[in-house]
C-alpha cells in the first residue's frame, strides 16, 4: 500500500528549482555567447562562477536532509569524494602551478561541488532528474532558436535588434533580443547557403553539442518523440557534420537491431551497414577538405607536439601560447582549439586526462559486464562527438561523465518521475 507524503511537497519543489538554476548556470557556462561578449562577460562570469559553487552546495544539503535513513553513509562517501578529489587536484596544483589560481576558480571549486553532490550524494534517480531537467530546457532552446533560424536567419520576416562583438569568432554578429545569434554561416554540401542555427551560444558546433546531449540522453533514458523530433530538427538546422554523423550512427544501430530481430528484414543488414559507412565516409572527407577540416587535424598535431614537451603534467591549464609554436603557419591567426581531449592532453598532460578517461572507461566497462550493446553504443557516440567539440574544462562535461560513470549503479530509493510528488512505502 502506497501513499503520498504531502509535507515533502514544498522541499521537493525547492529542490527542483534548485537543479533548474544550476543546470542553467552549467549550460550558460558551456559556451553561452554572453561569456564572449565584453558587454556581458564579467557580471556574468561573476555571477556562475559565484552560484554555481553556492547552489551546488545548497543542493548537496538538501539531499542529505531528503534522505534521513542513510544520511551516515551519504556523508561518509561525500567526505571520501571531496578528500580525493582535493589530493588529486591538489597534487596536480603542486606539479603544474601555471594559472593555479584560475584553474582553482574556474575548475577546480566547481568540480569538486559537483562531484560531491553527483556522485557521493545523488543517486541514479536524482542524477537522471537533473538530466531530464537539462534535456527540457536544451528543448526551449531548440524551439526559440529554430523559430528565429526559420523567421530570420531563413525567411527573413523578422530582423536582428542588435549587435554584439564575440570574442570567440573576433566579429560582430546580429543579436535577436540577446537570445538568439547569428555567428556562422555555411555552404552545405552545395544543399545550403546561409546562416546556421548556433542558438545562444558562440557558435553553431556548441550549440549542435547541446542539442546532441539532450536528443542522446531523451532518446536512452526518456524516450519523447515530440521532444527527439525538436531536437533533431534543431540538430540539422545547425549543420554540423559531427552530430549529424553522431544521430546516423546512433539510429542506423536501431535499425540494423530491429531488423536483426526479424529473419526476413535481416537480408537488408549488410546493404544498409555499407550504405551509412558510405554516407558518414562522404560527409567526413568533404568535412576534412574543408579549412575548417584541416584546423581541426593541425589543432591535434599541434597539441601532441605541445604535450610531449610535459607529458605528464601538461604544459597548464589555459596555457595556449605554448600551442604557437607548432601551429601552421596558414592558419593566419585562427589559433582556437577544436577539441577537447588533446587540449587537456597538453595543457595537463596524462595526468589530467586521466580524470576524464576513468569515467569514460567504467562507462565502457559496466556496459560491457551488463551485456548491453545499447549502452556501449552510446558511450561510443558521447565519446566521439565530445572529443571534436571544444568543451575542455565545462562543466557540462564533468557532470555527463559522472551521470554515464555511475549509470549501472542501483537505486537507494524508488521516485517516480515526478518532481513534486515522492511515493513513500508505508510502513
Given amino acids: 500500500m ?57 543542493l548537496s544539503f538538501v539531499c542529505l536532509i531528503r534522505d534521513k535513513a542513510i544520511i551516515m553513509n551519504k556523508i561518509n562517501r561525500a567526505i571520501v569524494a571531496f578528500f580525493l578529489l582535493s589530493v588529486y587536484f591538489g597534487v596536480f596544483i603542486y606539479n603544474n602551478g601555471y594559472n593555479s589560481q584560475l584553474f582553482l576558480t574556474e575548475f577546480v571549486k566547481p568540480t569538486v561541488v559537483l562531484a560531491v553532490l553527483f556522485i557521493a550524494l545523488m543517486d541514479k534517480n536524482d542524477r537522471e532528474k537533473f538530466i531530464l531537467c537539462y534535456i527540457n530546457i536544451i528543448f526551449i532552446v531548440a524551439i526559440i532558436s529554430l523559430t528565429f533560424w526559420l523567421l530570420g536567419s531563413v525567411c527573413n520576416y523578422i530582423t536582428a535588434n542588435d549587435e554584439i562583438y564575440s570574442r570567440w569568432s573576433g566579429e560582430v554578429i546580429p543579436s535577436y533580443y540577446n537570445i538568439y545569434f547569428e555567428p556562422q554561416k555555411i555552404s552545405f554540401l552545395g544543399i545550403y547557403k546561409g546562416v546556421r542555427n548556433s542558438a545562444c551560444f558562440t557558435e553553431a558546433p556548441m550549440s549542435a553539442y547541446h542539442f546532441f546531449l539532450a536528443a542522446l540522453f531523451n532518446k536512452k533514458i526518456f524516450k519523447c518523440n515530440i521532444k527527439q523530433i525538436v531536437l533533431l530538427l534543431a540538430i540539422l538546422s545547425t549543420f554540423s557534420t559531427t552530430c549529424i554523423i553522431g544521430v546516423l550512427f546512433v539510429y542506423t544501430f536501431d535499425v540494423i537491431k530491429k531488423c536483426y530481430k526479424n529473419n526476413y528484414l535481416r537480408i537488408i543488414i549488410p546493404i544498409l551497414a555499407i550504405v551509412s559507412v558510405v554516407v558518414i565516409i562522404k560527409l567526413l572527407s568533404k568535412r576534412l577538405a574543408t579549412l575548417s577540416g584541416n584546423v581541426r587535424i593541425d589543432d591535434i598535431k599541434a597539441c601532441l607536439l605541445a604535450w610531449k614537451d610535459r607529458p605528464i603534467w601538461g604544459n597548464g591549464y589555459g596555457n595556449g601560447e605554448v600551442l604557437l609554436k607548432y601551429i601552421a603557419e596558414w592558419r593566419n591567426g585562427n589559433y582556437g582549439s577544436s577539441n577537447s581531449y588533446f ?32 549502452y556501449i553504443v552510446f558511450v561510443i557516440t558521447l565519446f566521439g562527438v565530445t572529443m571534436v567539440t571544444v568543451v575542455s574544462y565545462q562543466w557540462l562535461l564533468m557532470v555527463v561523465l559522472f551521470e554515464i560513470g555511475f549509470m549501472f549503479n542501483k537505486t537507494e530509493r524508488c521516485y517516480r518521475i515526478n518532481f513534486f510528488r515522492r511515493e513513500m512505502k508505508l510502513e
Avoid: E, T
Wanted: some cysteine; proline content about 2%.
Fill in 2 to 58: 502506497y501513499h503520498y507524503n504531502y509535507r515533502s511537497k514544498l522541499s521537493n519543489c525547492f529542490y527542483v528549482i534548485l537543479m533548474y538554476f544550476l543546470c542553467c548556470l552549467i549550460i550558460i557556462q558551456c559556451r553561452g555567447m554572453w561569456l564572449s561578449s565584453p558587454k556581458y562577460y564579467k557580471p556574468v562570469y561573476c555571477f556562475v562562477n559565484k552560484y554555481v559553487v553556492i547552489v551546488g552546495i545548497v
Fill in 343 to 374: 587540449v587537456i592532453l597538453s595543457q595537463g598532460g596524462i595526468y589530467l586526462l586521466f580524470l576524464y578517461f576513468v569515467f569514460f572507461v567504467k562507462a565502457l566497462v559496466q556496459s560491457v559486464f551488463n551485456k548491453s550493446l545499447d
